[in-house]
């Protein structure tokens, strides 16, 4: 390809790929993490109500509507609340605002493969600090000194969860440096960092509604932290799109922070699905972590990650999988409903016989 015209910034980057969207034939597809129930009917009747004539003005730059409902629910003030056009959107303007450069930022070597990318693209120097050898997170190793912190909790793609006294540890080892806790994932069954916020002024916790509130499609993610912290967000937004969030994404996100039932309802059955499934794999010879996501990281001794993930495939199901060094034999398998999960428990079987 002939990168003439690129900037020298992006001459050597190696972009974020997302998982399979097909477009081809119908798959169950258990890949991407999304939620296997529909957002809430209140929902899709916020977004009705919007579709008006007011499409025509700009939406809110400041959301406000949005993180005033986001702060109720948080038990905060809307000038913690930082709402942006999805969590990676999100992810990325904090790594500009906290992160700088000469000064080394830390995450896992295995987490969300989108840190290294936001690094890179920023000039960040940073470290990936391994691992331990069965996934958990080492520690220790996140106390040193850095310039920022990254934590994906629970952690894609194992599913594992670092306690809040943990967390508590990596904040206290250095005040002057701002820790991140990723929770995509944590309504599924993690203990969330919000509670730490009043108590930690470098935290910040990053949301989004495309998991447990079914809104893949729709776009909003939020930050969490001290005022003075989400201000230096909103600094970079405003240096790069007044209006991240359209005025369908926030009637939506309003909607769905709101129907606290439904919310509740739907990942309640996403959990139950989750432990039915890991108990069905287990029988089956499967290795798979304790996950408290709406995901499962599994392994088997009798099939490599490449040939299982590419034998579901030709039966009909999409999953994730990694071309990474000490996760080549692990597949990401998002929970889909009872029946889709049975679908790829058998078809799991079907290839083990042989």
Same mark, same amino acid.
Request: charged share 25%.
């Given at each position: 390809m002939?990168?003439?015209?690129?900037?020298?910034?992006?001459?050597?980057?190696?972009?974020?790929?997302?998982?399979?969207q097909p477009k081809d034939r119908v798959f169950i597809k258990l890949n991407t993490n999304e939620n296997?129930?529909?957002?809430?009917?209140?929902?899709?009747? /916020?977004i009705r109500s919007a579709a008006d004539e007011t499409l025509r003005l700009y939406p809110d730059p400041e959301a406000s509507q949005l993180r005033q409902t986001i702060a109720?629910?948080?038990?905060?003030?809307?000038?913690?609340?930082?709402?942006?056009?999805?969590?990676?959107?999100?992810?990325?303007?904090?790594?500009?605002?906290?992160?700088?450069?000469?000064?080394?930022?830390?995450?896992?070597?295995?987490?969300?493969?989108?840190?290294?990318?936001?690094?890179?693209?920023?000039?960040?120097?940073?470290?990936?600090?391994p691992l331990n050898e069965d996934f958990s997170f080492p520690v220790e190793k996140f106390?040193?000194?850095?310039?920022? /912190?990254?934590?994906?909790?629970?952690?894609?793609?194992?599913?594992?969860?670092?306690?809040?006294?943990?967390?508590?540890?990596?904040?206290?080892?250095?005040?002057?440096r701002v820790v991140m806790v990723d929770e995509a994932y944590a309504d599924f069954g993690a203990r969330s960092a919000v509670e730490l916020l009043n108590r930690y002024p470098n935290l910040v916790t990053v949301h989004t509604l495309s998991k447990s509130r079914s809104l893949a499609g729709m776009r909003v993610g939020y930050a969490l932290g001290s005022p003075e912290v989400m201000a230096a967000v909103r600094c970079v937004k405003n240096s790069f799109n007044s209006y991240p969030l359209d005025r369908l994404a926030l009637a939506a996100g309003e909607a769905a922070i709101r129907d606290v039932e439904y919310f509740e309802e739907s990942r309640r059955k996403v959990i139950t699905t989750r432990e039915r499934t890991?108990?069905?794999?287990?029988?089956?010879?499967?290795?798979?972590?304790?996950?408290?996501?709406?995901?499962?990281?599994?392994?088997?001794?009798?099939?490599?990650?490449?040939?299982?993930?590419?034998?579901?495939?030709?039966?009909?199901?999409?999953?994730?999988?990694?071309?990474?060094?000490?996760?080549?034999?692990?597949?990401?398998?998002?929970?889909?409903?009872?029946?889709?999960?049975?679908?790829m428990c058998r078809a799991c079987q079907d290839i083990l016989k042989g």
């Open positions: 002939d990168k003439r015209f690129w900037s020298s910034r992006i001459q050597d980057l190696e972009p974020y790929i997302p998982g399979e296997p129930y529909p957002p809430s009917p209140k929902v899709l009747e /916020a109720e629910y948080h038990g905060l003030t809307p000038e913690q609340v930082f709402c942006g056009n999805g969590s990676d959107e999100v992810l990325g303007l904090c790594f500009y605002a906290f992160f700088s450069p000469g000064r080394r930022v830390i995450f896992p070597d295995i987490t969300y493969s989108f840190y290294p990318v936001y690094a890179h693209l920023f000039q960040l120097d940073f470290e990936e600090i106390l040193r000194g850095s310039g920022g /912190a990254v934590v994906c909790n629970p952690n894609a793609p194992t599913g594992r969860t670092l306690p809040l006294e943990e967390i508590c540890r990596i904040l206290e080892a250095d005040p002057n890991t108990a069905r794999l287990r029988e089956l010879g499967f290795f798979v972590h304790d996950s408290n996501a709406n995901f499962i990281f599994i392994t088997h001794p009798a099939v490599g990650g490449k040939e299982l993930q590419q034998s579901l495939r030709d039966r009909g199901v999409l999953v994730r999988w990694f071309d990474k060094p000490r996760i080549r034999d692990y597949l990401r398998v998002s929970i889909g409903t009872d029946q889709e999960m049975e679908a």
